[in-house]
């Protein structure tokens, strides 16, 4: 068995570093041979140690293979090191943005005891690298300047290399499968490709909705591919056990990947509901974070989540009647992880703080969603998880992006921009809008799911880092502990890696 992540951590122990040790371990302690393509200075530059400001700044490579060392030391390591490929470097050199981004190389490919290139081994290298370069900007259009070219250049160096080295070590390791962080940072995501082209299979994994809990599977993990089973129904236990999450979430009391976005939450105040009053019906805008690594897999309908506001934008002056709220997304204003393209922006280049009926609130304001959702006739979102619990709530719900929870009918989800278009239309002038009630029954099906039976629990090997927010540190424990008959999360991967199981908790924990 072979793991890859060199996108979860430089110092220190990231969610993902910790899922990807503690699963390999596991396993070790199984019997499972394990073997770890590592970093040893393999990339000129990586996604984590990129500093978006000063771009020819060095990764803290020294630092980031000394914790490699303690971290796999009980493990077969085999360690890749960067070499410059001149001739790419001369043929990328003086490449506009949009030609980096349609960039391509052959790769090759080989058979037997020698290497012929073929038409199927073209690595489409600068798609596979625009995420990651969106993630360390933090914006989704990206600006065709030197600073970003530069960057571009050296992610498409390094992928090409993460390549070359991958492929060889595929070649002498011949593992029956490969597990990797989330396939959307290019190191990763090349090593996906690679694996998806050779029939290998791969498992990726990312933060699960619990916390100190992850996701694994056989599709892409920020993607949540989950299958929940069609005669599945929720007991009064388990019914309860949803309501009680709920309760908390509503109060703004949860975290994610370690991070706790609402330290308090408001009630709507009177001068918000006095504006209210001059309008028949409200109806709420929810956004994302552009650069999201989700961000990829929902833009089905429109190119990105602006390409709908901007469709948004333009209905709302037809319908005076209505105040739209628009409600940019907590995550948007991170410290540290700011966005540089955010709905902030978008709201003064559009002017649409001068729209009378369009009423926005901004990341750092802690009013209440959910009271929110409470107050209004129906709810558009582009892909948020507050779409399932508006939906949940009881309230239509219009989904702009594909969603984790689009796989079941739990929202509205039209799949074209003409048919959105015109179900948002048709529910503002709609005296009463009928819900299908499947969409309620199906939203708490998937959301129990999601928490109870697909987020695999590590609470019991993790402790909160006390220093950097969403780190953690190991707990003292016995190998024995990872073993499968002791750790439901490990049963769940040892029966998903070796029997082709479907990484979800044998029973409600």
Request: aromatic share 12%; proline share 6%; glycine share 4%.
């Given at each position: 068995?072979?793991?890859?992540?060199?996108?979860?951590?430089?110092?220190?122990?990231?969610?993902?570093?910790?899922?990807?040790?503690?699963?390999?371990?596991?396993?070790?302690?199984?019997?499972?041979?394990?073997?770890?393509?590592?970093?040893?200075?393999?990339?000129?530059?990586?996604?984590?140690?990129?500093?978006?400001?000063?771009?020819?700044?060095?990764?803290?490579?020294?630092?980031?293979?000394?914790?490699?060392?303690?971290?796999?030391?009980?493990?077969?390591?085999?360690?890749?090191?960067?070499?410059?490929?001149?001739?790419?470097?001369?043929?990328?050199?003086?490449?506009?943005?949009?030609?980096?981004?349609?960039?391509?190389?052959?790769?090759?490919?080989?058979?037997?005891?020698?290497?012929?290139?073929?038409?199927?081994?073209?690595?489409?290298?600068?798609?596979?690298?625009?995420?990651?370069?969106?993630?360390?900007?933090?914006?989704?259009?990206?600006?065709?300047?030197?600073?970003?070219?530069?960057?571009?250049?050296?992610?498409?160096?390094?992928?090409?290399?993460?390549?070359?080295?991958?492929?060889?070590?595929?070649?002498?390791?011949?593992?029956?499968?490969?597990?990797?962080?989330?396939?959307?940072?290019?190191?990763?995501?090349?090593?996906?490709?690679?694996?998806?082209?050779?029939?290998?299979?791969?498992?990726?994994?990312?933060?699960?909705?619990?916390?100190?809990?992850?996701?694994?599977?056989?599709?892409?993990?920020?993607a949540y591919p989950l299958q929940v089973p069609a005669?599945?129904?929720?007991?009064?236990?388990?019914?309860?056990?949803?309501?009680?999450?709920?309760?908390?979430?509503?109060?703004?009391?949860?975290?994610?990947?370690?991070?706790?976005?609402?330290?308090?939450?408001?009630?709507?105040?009177?001068?918000?509901?006095?504006?209210?009053?001059?309008?028949?019906?409200?109806?709420?805008?929810?956004?994302?974070?552009?650069?999201?690594?989700?961000?990829?897999?929902?833009?089905?309908?429109?190119?990105?989540?602006?390409?709908?506001?901007?469709?948004?934008?333009?209905?709302?002056?037809?319908?005076?009647?209505?105040?739209?709220?628009?409600?940019?997304?907590?995550?948007?204003?991170?410290?540290?992880?700011?966005?540089?393209?955010?709905?902030?922006?978008?709201?003064?280049?559009?002017?649409?703080?001068?729209?009378?009926?369009?009423?926005?609130?901004?990341?750092?304001?802690?009013?209440?969603?959910?009271?929110?959702?409470?107050?209004?006739?129906?709810?558009?979102?582009?892909?948020?998880?507050?779409?399932?619990?508006?939906?949940?709530?009881?309230?239509p719900v219009i989904s702009a992006g594909r969603a984790?929870?689009?796989?079941?009918?739990?929202?509205?989800?039209?799949?074209?921009?003409?048919?959105?278009?015109?179900q948002v239309n048709s529910f503002l002038d709609a005296?009463?809008?009928?819900?299908?009630?499947?969409?309620?029954?199906?939203?708490?099906?998937?959301?129990?799911?999601?928490?109870?039976?697909?987020?695999?629990?590590?609470?019991?090997?993790?402790?909160?880092?006390?220093?950097?927010?969403?780190?953690?540190?190991?707990?003292?424990?016995?190998?024995?502990?990872?073993?499968?008959?002791?750790?439901?999360?490990?049963?769940?991967?040892?029966?998903?890696?070796?029997?082709?199981?479907?990484?979800?908790?044998?029973?409600?924990?």
């Amino acid at each position: 068995m072979a793991f890859f992540n060199a996108s979860t951590r430089l110092t220190g122990v990231s969610l993902n570093a910790a899922f990807s040790l503690l699963a390999s371990l596991g396993l070790q302690v199984s019997g499972v041979p394990v073997v770890r393509f590592a970093c040893k200075q393999g990339m000129s530059l990586c996604v984590l140690g990129t500093d978006r400001n000063v771009p020819s700044k060095l990764p803290p490579c020294k630092a980031c293979i000394a914790q490699s060392r303690v971290l796999f030391s009980d493990s077969l390591v085999i360690p890749f090191s960067y070499k410059i490929d001149p001739e790419l470097t001369r043929t990328i050199n003086n490449l506009p943005l949009e030609e980096l981004s349609r960039f391509e190389i052959q790769l090759p490919v080989r058979v037997g005891q020698s290497t012929i290139q073929i038409s199927s081994s073209v690595l489409p290298v600068g798609q596979l690298v625009l995420p990651s370069l969106r993630w360390v900007l933090r914006r989704h259009h990206l600006q065709d300047d030197e600073s970003t070219r530069f960057i571009f250049r050296q992610y498409i160096l390094s992928a090409n290399h993460v390549a070359q080295e991958f492929s060889a070590f595929l070649d002498k390791v011949d593992p029956q499968a490969v597990v990797l962080f989330n396939g959307q940072f290019f190191p990763e995501a090349v090593a996906r490709w690679i694996c998806l082209q050779r029939g290998l299979r791969v498992i990726t994994h990312e933060v699960g909705l619990q916390p100190f809990s992850a996701f694994f599977t056989d599709g892409e993990a920020t993607a949540y591919p989950l299958q929940v089973p069609a005669d599945f129904t929720l007991s009064e236990v388990q019914d309860k056990r949803l309501d009680d999450y709920l309760s908390q979430r509503f109060q703004g009391q949860f975290s994610m990947a370690g991070i706790r976005f609402w330290s308090e939450m408001s009630g709507l105040n009177e001068e918000f509901l006095h504006l209210a009053e001059g309008y028949k019906q409200i109806v709420p805008i929810f956004t994302n974070v552009i650069f999201d690594t989700s961000q990829p897999h929902s833009n089905v309908i429109f190119p990105h989540m602006f390409a709908w506001l901007d469709m948004v934008l333009s209905i709302v002056p037809q319908h005076p009647e209505t105040l739209f709220v628009l409600r940019a997304h907590p995550d948007e204003n991170r410290p540290g992880k700011a966005s540089q393209e955010s709905v902030s922006q978008w709201v003064a280049q559009k002017h649409a703080n001068m729209v009378p009926n369009l009423f926005f609130i901004d990341s750092d304001q802690v009013l209440s969603s959910y009271e929110l959702i409470q107050h209004s006739k129906f709810v558009l979102v582009y892909n948020s998880t507050i779409g399932l619990e508006a939906s949940i709530l009881g309230h239509p719900v219009i989904s702009a992006g594909r969603a984790r929870y689009t796989q079941l009918p739990t929202v509205f989800f039209p799949s074209t921009s003409q048919e959105y278009l015109q179900q948002v239309n048709s529910f503002l002038d709609a005296k009463e809008i009928f819900v299908p009630s499947e969409y309620i029954t199906n939203a708490r099906r998937f959301l129990y799911y999601q928490l109870f039976r697909s987020s695999l629990p590590f609470a019991d090997f993790l402790q909160e880092d006390d220093i950097w927010p969403g780190f953690v540190k190991l707990k003292k424990i016995s190998c024995q502990s990872l073993t499968p008959s002791l750790s439901p999360a490990m049963n769940s991967i040892y029966k998903g890696i070796l029997e082709n199981g479907n990484f979800l908790l044998d029973i409600d924990l």
